[in-house]
C-alpha cells in the first residue's frame, strides 16, 4: 500500500516536471516567435529603405546627406541582427534598440529637410515614403510589444518557485527585453 502511494505521489511529481518544463519550452518558442517576425519587418524596412531612398539619391541630390545618414543608420540595424541571437544578449538588443531610436530620428530629419524641397514635395517619393516607413514603424511597434509581452511572461515563469528549480535544472535563461 505504501509503494502505491509513493509510486503515485513520484508520478505526481514527474508529470509536474514534465508540464513545467513543456511550458516553459512553449513560453520560450512563443518569445521566439515574435523576435523572428520582428527580424522579418526589419529586413522589409530596409530592403523597403533601400528601394526608396536609391531611387531618389540619384534625382535629388540636395538631401543626399540626409538619405546617406538613414541608410548607413539602417545598414547598422541589419548588421546587428545578422552578427548575434540578441534575444539572449541584453547588450547586444539594447545597441539594437538604440539604432532604431537613431533610424527614427533620422528619418525625422530627413522628412524635414525634404518638406523645404518643393520638387519632393510634388513627387511621388516623399508621400510613398512617408506613408510605408510609417506602417512600418506602426507594425514594429506593435510586434515589439507581442515580444516583450512574451518575454515578461517567459522571464517571470522561470523565476517563479516552483518552475526556478525546472528552469536552473535545464538551463533556461533570460530573454532580453526589447525596450
Not at 29 to 39: D, G, K, T
Not at 51 to 67: K, S
Amino acid at each position: 500500500m505504501n509503494y502505491l502511494i509513493a509510486g503515485g505521489l513520484l508520478l505526481c511529481v514527474l508529470g509536474w516536471l514534465v508540464s513545467a518544463y513543456q511550458r516553459m519550452l512553449q513560453l520560450r518558442e512563443n518569445a521566439v516567435r515574435f523576435w523572428m517576425q520582428i527580424e522579418r519587418e526589419v529586413k522589409h524596412r530596409h530592403d523597403m529603405l533601400i528601394e526608396l531612398l536609391g531611387n531618389a539619391v540619384a534625382d535629388f541630390p540636395l538631401v543626399g546627406q540626409e538619405m546617406s545618414k538613414v541608410m548607413s543608420v539602417n545598414d547598422s540595424c541589419m548588421a546587428l541582427l545578422q552578427q548575434t541571437p540578441l534575444m539572449d544578449n541584453s547588450r547586444e538588443m539594447e545597441n539594437f534598440v538604440r539604432q532604431e531610436k537613431e533610424l527614427s530620428v533620422v528619418m525625422e530629419n530627413l522628412f524635414a529637410v525634404c518638406e523645404q524641397h518643393p520638387e519632393w514635395k510634388v513627387g511621388e517619393h516623399l508621400p510613398r515614403l512617408k506613408r510605408e516607413y510609417g506602417v512600418s514603424r506602426h507594425q514594429l511597434a506593435r510586434l515589439h510589444h507581442s515580444y516583450n509581452v512574451a518575454v515578461c511572461v517567459y522571464n517571470d515563469t522561470i523565476h517563479a518557485f516552483p518552475s526556478a528549480i525546472v528552469a536552473r535544472a535545464f538551463h533556461f535563461s533570460e530573454a532580453s527585453l526589447c525596450e
